[in-house]
């Protein structure tokens, strides 16, 4: 019978520089990633010394400037290498995704002054980011959050509750979104607080279903006090910087998605191709021969869709509506295929023996992460026929 081994993803990639790039990120995931993953998600292990070798290897600042320390590579390509990190490691994979969208703000909005301060060490200086616009009552719904910035002379004190933080607690810089006007989306302005800021603190991690490995908490800041010269962009600019840096950050889920939902293909056919009953490999069944094939098609539409909107964001054209489309896809297609792997490996499926349960698991908090999938066809439809009559 045929090899029924996988195959690395064959990935069509603009420059020989790219493709020296995803193989280097090959290489990390194979030596440095994949093997420890499964011991240490079990633990609740963050590998803060696999971000410091991302950090030196250049992949924490992969679609930002050179200027400041980035890797000027195009959207497209930083994608794709989230996908290889996260099929090896989802905690990897959205770690990276979470440290680029923390640093999205300084890097399109911040001051000349800002940018060459800050940036080279957030990118390529071995600091770790968080985002911090969710609180305890404003999940979903963003712009009614909480936490205030009230001017004192030349700085800001900031006051409340973040939650739901990845990297929560041990991130070296956070970006903070705060109210420092009036109720709504228009009163929100953006600062870059430093991890280490006197009055900044992390709770207890949340006890996850999955990701173990990822910090996630509430942060609290309590009398936090920056400078003026940490605000990012305009007084009340906040809210419409922390939208368009979701716009980037949906397509790094939609990507980490496409990636963990691969790693359970792989995990599927490798048992398939090994596991014999009534004397064949069950791969020669036609029922999971199917099931195998739906899988494989759906992955190939999440890349595709996930793709098709990074160019356009590469090409500076309006892309927010296929980043939700993106981000919707991928993360159903990730939680369906991951169930399937769970039954097309039976029992050993839902054992903690093979990766197939974990990534089942991990798949379900993509579907909720960054907008949840209800909040992408919100905002898909609103693109489609206006905003909701009121």
């Known amino acids: 019978m045929p090899d029924h081994a996988p195959q690395p993803v064959d990935r069509q990639l603009p420059t020989d520089e790219a493709r020296d790039l995803i193989a280097l990120v090959r290489d990390i995931a194979q030596r440095e990633i994949a093997p420890r993953a499964a011991e240490e998600e079990d633990a609740g292990r963050f590998p803060r010394e696999l971000f410091t070798l991302l950090s030196e290897s250049g992949l924490l600042g992969l679609p930002y400037d050179a200027e400041h320390g980035g890797g ?16 090896a490691r989802l905690t990897v994979g959205l770690g990276v995704s979470v440290h680029t969208l923390a640093s999205y703000a300084l890097a399109a909005y911040g001051a000349k002054e800002q940018q060459t301060e800050h940036l080279p060490a957030m990118l390529g200086g ?14 979903s719904d963003a712009a009614s959050l909480r936490t205030r910035a009230v001017r004192d002379g030349d700085d800001w004190v900031i006051t409340g509750t973040k939650a739901w933080i990845t990297h929560g607690g041990i991130a070296d810089f956070y970006t903070v979104m705060a109210r420092t006007g009036e ?12 991890g280490d800021a006197e009055g900044l603190s992390g709770a207890a991690p949340e006890k996850k279903m999955g990701m173990k490995g990822s910090p996630t908490a509430q942060v609290h800041l309590d009398g936090v006090r920056v400078g003026d ?15 368009s840096a979701l716009d980037g950050g949906r397509l790094g889920i939609a ?6 939902a691969q790693a359970a293909l792989d995990e599927a056919l490798r048992y398939a191709a090994e596991r014999r009953q009534f004397g064949k490999p069950i791969a020669d069944f036609q029922g999971l021969r199917f099931m195998l094939a739906d899988m494989a098609t759906q992955i190939e539409a999440g890349r595709a869709l996930y793709l098709a909107a990074a160019r356009l964001r590469d090409a500076g054209r309006p892309f927010a509506k296929q980043a939700a489309m993106a981000k919707l896809h991928c993360t ?14 039976g029992g050993y499926g839902y054992t903690a023996d093979f990766p197939a349960e974990r990534y089942m698991r991990e798949a379900k908090v993509l579907q909720i992460v ?18 909701e009559s009121r």
């Open 183 to 194: 109720d709504g989306p228009r009163g929100i302005s953006a600062f870059l607080v430093p």
């Open 332 to 345: 159903d297609t990730a939680m369906r295929v991951t169930t399937d792997a769970v039954q097309i490996l």
């Open 72 to 87: 000027d590579q195009p959207y497209e390509v930083y994608l794709q290498v989230l996908e290889e990190l996260a099929a």
């Open 126 to 139: 071995g600091l770790l980011g968080a985002y911090c616009l969710s609180e305890p009552a404003s999940g």
């Open 255 to 260: 990507a980490c998605a496409v990636g963990l």
């Open 229 to 243: 010269d940490r605000r990012i962009g305009e007084e009340g600019q906040g809210f419409a910087i922390a939208l």
């Open 370 to 387: 960054e907008g949840t999938n209800q909040i992408q066809r919100m905002v898909i439809a609103r693109h489609l026929a206006g905003p």
